[in-house]
């Protein structure tokens, strides 16, 4: 898993369904909408993006939020690296485009139709970014009503930063529960098959093991990236710590 930190924060409010009406504008001629990122782009790359932005419209940063419609990432055989940025891109529902996307607009002058151009997944699964927009559509999160713990650190550096995998949580759709309100729902057995605990290690489990109710899921964080990557809640029996 490689990590791409996102220095600008997340909005945590509900997504809303790209505009039809802002599409309609864009595709016009008149207005683009369209806020751009990329993951894995070589710098030519990156400067192929701004030449195609100034000839097509829209704008490009190197940081995720929710107001990013367009994520673009290097692929082989139509598969993508899985980065922080692409499991944020399946999560809020944006439109995940190859590079062709680009060099194909850039001659044509205006930004083409995407789902030609759209990533088939990653070497965990395909169709992920399909069913996470979708889903956007749809207005349908894929972890609405679960409730998630991150317990300990996170340091390990084949592992994403806490904070990026709280944003992917809380992107999807989930509540993030604090250590003591973890503890309060567990004492008050309230909702338990709802709560996910999320650790790096065992280890860091081990102070709080005791008094997990068997109701209560532990698991690694590979739960969570795999989930949003086939936009499916998978049997957290299957990562359990």
Avoid at 160 to 171: I, N
Wanted: proline share 7%; net charge positive; charged share 20%.
């Amino acid at each position: 898993m490689v990590s791409e930190s996102s220095k600008t924060p997340l909005h945590q409010g509900p997504l809303q369904p790209r505009s039809t009406k802002a599409r309609r504008r864009q595709r016009s001629g008149t207005v683009c909408t369209f806020q751009l990122t990329h993951s894995t782009l070589t710098e030519p790359q990156k400067c192929a993006i701004e030449q195609a932005c100034t000839l097509a419209g829209g704008k490009i940063t190197p940081h995720f939020h929710t107001r990013i419609t367009h994520l673009i990432t290097n692929t082989e055989n139509n598969i993508a690296q899985r980065t922080i940025k692409y499991i944020q891109a399946i999560a809020c529902g944006i439109w995940i485009v190859n590079f062709d996307w680009v060099t194909e607009s850039r001659a044509a002058r205006r930004w083409l139709p995407e789902e030609p151009f759209e990533v088939s997944g990653d070497h965990f699964s395909l169709h992920g970014p399909r069913l996470g927009r979708l889903a956007r559509e749809q207005n349908r999160l894929l972890l609405a009503g679960h409730k998630l713990h991150f317990q300990g650190a996170f340091l390990h550096p084949a592992c994403p930063p806490k904070r990026e995998l709280e944003q992917v949580g809380v992107l999807c759709g989930a509540v993030l529960l604090t250590e003591q309100e973890l503890m309060a729902h567990i004492k008050q057995a309230k909702d338990l098959p709802s709560i996910t605990i999320i650790v790096e290690t065992t280890n860091q489990i081990q102070s709080v093991l005791p008094l997990i109710p068997a109701e209560v899921s532990a698991v690694t964080p590979r739960w969570l990236l795999d989930c949003v990557s086939c936009f499916k809640v998978l049997d957290p029996n299957c990562y359990a710590v």
